[in-house]
């Protein structure tokens, strides 16, 4: 396999190296899979990249803010069954591979891992999760276009992007077509105002983010 490694000479000795390829094979995404130290890795028609390396504060900053999100709507639905399972690698019946930043599962059938099975959600023995988002940092044009094409061809039914730099929430909802389209209100956690949980990331350019988790509860304690 012929990659490419993008690091500039600029970046500091921990930045993250992306690895990227556009003739790749399911193989070839097995083998970077089980020998690298990936942080993230995306496969589809041919498209592989990882990015290896450690987090960045401000990604996991935000990552911990959504993930605590889903445990606020959780504690206010508590009828309602969740786990998020954020990071974990989905395989796709060897054509589609991704990690996304967030994994949710809601209801019945959530995936459990058996001593000696791969620590992976496999589309062959798994359901679907019923949210996934990416939290773009320096991946934003990815997780617009490669990634959202990923989790449309899986079928997965609500899709979220989070902007870092502009500190914004774009939602998706999966339509018949097998196509995202732009929600306002989410379909997975109804009840959740969106506008609301973008006004809690804003405040994340002056407050840390279990400020930002308080000041959203209190908000929905209100509304409740």
Known sequence: MTISLEKSRFSPPDAVTVVQQRNATWQDDVALRDNQDWRKIAFYQGWLRADIGK??????????????????????????????????????????????????????????????????????????????GEVGDTTLSLDWDE???????????????????????????????????????????PGLPLELVEQALERLEAETNTAAANWLMQQLQAQA
């Open 147 to 189: 990634q959202k094409q990923i989790y449309a061809s899986l079928g997965i039914a609500e899709y979220w992007v989070i902007d870092v730099k502009g500190r914004r929430l774009f939602a998706f909802g999966l339509r018949e077509q097998g196509r995202y389209e732009v929600i306002e209100v989410s379909r997975v956690l």
């Open 55 to 132: 987090e960045a504060q401000n990604h996991a900053s935000f990552s911990d803010l959504m993930t605590t999100i889903f445990f606020l709507w959780a504690m206010l639905h508590s009828e309602e069954t969740l786990q998020s399972y954020g990071r974990c690698l989905i395989d796709g019946q060897k054509s589609q591979a991704c990690a996304p930043d967030l994994v949710l599962y809601k209801g019945e059938d959530i995936p459990k891992w058996q001593p000696g099975e791969p620590r992976r959600i496999s589309t062959e023995r798994h359901r679907l999760p019923d949210l996934v």
